[in-house]
């Protein structure tokens, strides 16, 4: 039936948002990379501050390529289908979809003193703030940027992705970063480079209170939620990514199962399905896959 490009069977959608992080997040940890690692390079300060987030990924592409060349290519694609530079622009979508609680750096500004608290005693026993506005400023930056570059990026993985169907998630995930591979490079710098401008000359705004969710906002580029869920770029009035969303819509992936074929191997007889999966039909006529 396959050869007549008939599709057989319940076809499943599943969040394309929720597939395509966890493709990119399960290549990271393949790599033993830790999820913190670009966060932690990208801000250190060096000659002249702290380098603009996008500036700071190109920097990272050459000394990646050195340690790459030193691993036999037939190991490295036994751990992962992309190359140096693929792995360095698949790092702020890392940074957009890593669940989060809280700031990671001191957002809070000290405040001038009281007048009935400037007391000698209080000044003696008053604790130094550790608030540096060049770190919370790029650290903000590297947020918004990571949002804004991921939404591109997801977008164009969908749009090479097409509408045909998948065998599972594992086959989803795969096919994303095959996607993702097949990107140029050089366009990936570009969509870096320019959701990079939309957020630079800009201005920022804290919030600090609630339950302690990471939330500020950008004047013009919107606003942005960091959480469990990773990071929510809300504009125009509305989500336009994140909470399942890519470009303000609702995208969806096609499979055939909803768990892996090990999933349904190591099964005794049952099939088990995801609850949140809408079942688009019993059967369909479509492309063959």
Same mark, same amino acid.
């Given at each position: ?71 036999? #290519? =037939?190991?490295?694609? !036994?751990?992962?289908?992309? +190359? $140096? *530079?693929?792995?360095?622009?698949? &790092? ?91 990107? #140029? =490079?050089?366009?990936? !710098?570009?969509?870096?480079? +320019? $959701? *990079?401008?939309?957020?630079?000359? &800009? ?87």
């Amino acid at each position: 039936m396959k050869s007549l490009g008939i599709e057989t069977g319940k076809t499943y959608e599943m969040p394309a948002l929720g597939i395509m992080a966890d493709a990119f997040m399960s290549d990271t940890n393949s790599r033993h990379v830790a999820p913190d690692a670009i966060p932690q390079l990208v801000m250190q300060r060096r000659e002249g501050g702290i380098a603009r987030f996008d500036q700071a990924i190109d920097g990272l592409i050459e000394p990646t390529r050195k340690d790459v060349a030193a691993v036999p #290519p =037939a190991e490295l694609a !036994k751990v992962t289908p992309l +190359d $140096a *530079a693929h792995m360095i622009y698949a &790092g702020p979508i890392v940074v957009a979809m890593q669940p989060r609680k809280g700031w990671e750096v001191d957002a809070m500004k000290p405040g001038p003193i009281p007048a009935a608290l400037d007391t000698p005693f209080f000044r003696a026993h008053r604790q130094s703030s550790t608030y540096d506005e060049d770190v919370h400023v790029r650290y903000m930056e590297m947020l918004a940027i990571s949002a804004i570059y991921t939404n591109t990026v997801f977008g164009m993985i969908d749009e090479k992705m097409g509408t045909a169907r998948l065998a599972d998630p594992n086959a989803a995930r795969q096919q994303v970063l095959t996607a993702f591979q097949a990107i #140029p =490079a050089p366009m990936l !710098k570009a969509a870096l480079a +320019d $959701a *990079a401008r939309q957020v630079s000359g &800009g201005n920022f705004s804290t919030d600090l209170t609630g339950s302690g969710n990471i939330h500020f906002t950008h004047t013009p580029a919107g606003d942005f939620v960091a959480d469990p869920r990773g990071l929510t770029w809300t504009k125009a009035g509305g989500i336009w990514f994140g909470d399942g969303r890519i470009n303000g819509q609702t995208v969806n992936l096609r499979l055939a199962s909803t768990s892996s074929l090990s999933q349904r191997q190591a099964q005794s007889g049952t099939q088990g399905t995801n609850a949140d999966a809408k079942v688009e039909g019993t059967g369909n006529v479509g492309p063959g896959k």
